[in-house]
T-cell receptor, first 115, second 115 residues
Framework: DTGVSQNPRHKITKRGQNVTFRCDPI?????LYWYRQTLGQGPEFLTYFQNEAQLEKSRLLSDRFSAERPKGSFSTLEIQRTEQGDSAMYLC?????????????FGQGTRLTVV | AQSVTQLDSHVSVSEGTPVLLRCNYS??????LFWYVQHPNKGLQLLLK??????LVKGINGFEAEFKKSETSFHLTKPSAHMSDAAEYFCVVSDWTGGYNKLIFGAGTRLAVHP
């Protein structure tokens, strides 16, 4: 499979615990995005990487959230001290270098449930 | 700032009847617009995109969308619904103000198709 891969697909955690998600983009794509989708809403932008550089972070990304993309390949999103409000689907997308019309490819997401 | 408004949160049609999913956009410059579909337990998939080459855009699975600048609309249509079309549909605008394409999603329209 050469699409965007996200792991795990599902994560249930207790409030206060730390969680980490992984995204493996399509190999030649240098741009990587994280989005969050809550029930009944469209995905909301969280952060963007161009190669290994994190170029933008949404105000939705509190200081409990951190994302990395070492070596410009896979990316991780960590949430520290999880809260019930963090329960959502976390989506990763990658784009090949290109213009404003370039298609984004999305992974299947990681569904986080904080209990 | 770019934004999209999907006018219907739910649309229900009978199999074989036409589909219309409405989307209005707000953009300070010529927008890049997309429709994505999300089936349960699957990743977001691109249906079609407006690239300014033609106002009537044809996508996969028989879907079309027409860009109307005067109405700031980009409605999605299909002449005859199929059961497999039941899914969540997102209208998306690409924001290029940061020097890269950040996708801004609408809240989504859930399409139900009845026998």
């Amino acid at each position: 499979d050469t699409g965007v891969s996200q792991n795990p697909r599902h994560k249930i955690t207790k409030r206060g615990q730390n969680v980490t998600f992984r995204c493996d983009p399509i190999s030649e794509h240098n741009r990587l995005y994280w989005y969050r989708q809550t029930l009944g809403q469209g995905p909301e932008f969280l952060t963007y990487f161009q190669n290994e550089a994190q170029l933008e972070k949404s105000r939705l990304l509190s200081d409990r959230f951190s994302a990395e993309r070492p070596k410009g390949s896979f990316s991780t999103l960590e949430i520290q001290r999880t809260e019930q409000g963090d329960s959502a689907m976390y989506l990763c997308a990658s784009i090949k270098q290109g213009g404003v019309n370039t298609e984004a490819f999305f992974g299947q997401g990681t569904r986080l449930t904080v209990v | 700032a770019q934004s999209v408004t999907q006018l219907d949160s739910h649309v229900s049609v009978s199999e074989g009847t036409p589909v219309l999913l409405r989307c209005n956009y707000s953009s300070s410059y010529s927008p890049s617009l997309f429709w994505y579909v999300q089936h349960p337990n699957k990743g977001l998939q691109l249906l079609l995109k407006y690239t300014s080459a033609a106002t009537l855009v044809k996508g996969i699975n028989g879907f079309e969308a027409e860009f109307k600048k005067s109405e700031t609309s980009f409605h999605l249509t299909k002449p005859s619904a199929h059961m497999s079309d039941a899914a969540e549909y997102f209208c998306v605008v690409s924001d290029w103000t940061g020097g890269y394409n950040k996708l801004i999603f609408g809240a989504g329209t859930r399409l139900a198709v009845h026998p």
